[in-house]
Structures are given as structure tokens and as C-alpha cells.
């Protein structure tokens, strides 16, 4: 990931530390509907050419959920990478493929998770990058439109 200190090292050594911020807020909003799940599988990929940066387990994901939110924390970074007028996994999503939502497009990265419901996946994403600096609220807002997502707003208000 570059020299050390690197801006992306920096950032992505804040993403460790955001578990003890952004899951506890996340899974305590009001009408989530598994506040039990805490963790899940976090993946950041270049936007210009999908090379992936970083992939982390985020909290302390159950071995037995561990394979499936890892293969999808990347299927949806790369079905984004794949449709490059896309912002959200939500505009080529289909359940029935397993394929999710819970990926965002910065300006430079795409951020995808895996975990929580999908809704909760991309809201946690959209902070992460807005924390991070790596979009503005507005784009965040036009992403969680997409999606209509319930749950963003409510964690930018309590973050």
C-alpha cells in the first residue's frame, strides 16, 4: 500500500479503530432488525483499475459466517468495479444471484461490506467514506438515495 504513513495506511488504520465507534452506534439504530450481528468483512479497491487495497475482517466474525461475508464484502466491490457509471452495488443488485448492495464509489476507492443487512452494509460504508473525507455528504446522500436507504441518515446523526 505504499510508504509507510501513506495517506491510505493512515485511513485504513483508522477503519480498525472505527469498530468500537461506528458498529456499536450501527447496530443499536432503531429498526435494525439483527442488532446481535457486530462484524462482518470490509474490502477497498482502487476505483481506476479494481486492485484491492485492503480486505479486514471488522469486528469478531463467527467462523461459520466468515467464508460467505468475505466472498460477498468482494463480489460487490467487484460487480461495482464492473459497471463504472454505477455509485451503489444497489443499481445491479439481485437477490437472487446473491448479489447485494453494500458498495459505494468514491472518488478514488470503492468500499464495499459485508455483515449486516444490506441497507445497514451501505450506510456503514457511506460513513466510513465521509469520515474518511474520501466523498462529501452530498455524494453520500445521492448514493444512499439510490438505495433509499433507511438507516443513513440516522447514523450520520448519531456519529
Partial sequence: MGEKGSPLEREVFLVYHLETFI??????????PKPHKKSGYLTIRQKADGKILLVA????????????YLRL??????????????????QSRDPEKEKYGGA????????SFSGFREYLDEA???????????ISREQAEKIAAISNNPFYRELTRRT
Avoid: D, Q, Y
Wanted: hydrophobic content about 45%.
Fill in 57 to 68: 475482517e471488522i469486528g469478531n466474525c463467527p467462523f461459520s459466517k466468515a467464508e460467505k
Fill in 104 to 111: 459505494i464509489v468514491t472518488n478514488e476507492f470503492i468500499l
Fill in 73 to 90: 464484502s468482494l463480489e460487490k466491490g467487484e460487480r461495482l468495479f464492473r459497471h463504472p457509471k454505477h455509485l451503489s452495488s444497489w
Fill in 23 to 32: 458498529i456499536p452506534v450501527l447496530t443499536n439504530l432503531p429498526g435494525n
Fill in 124 to 134: 456503514m460504508v457511506l460513513v466510513l467514506a465521509e469520515f474518511l473525507r474520501w
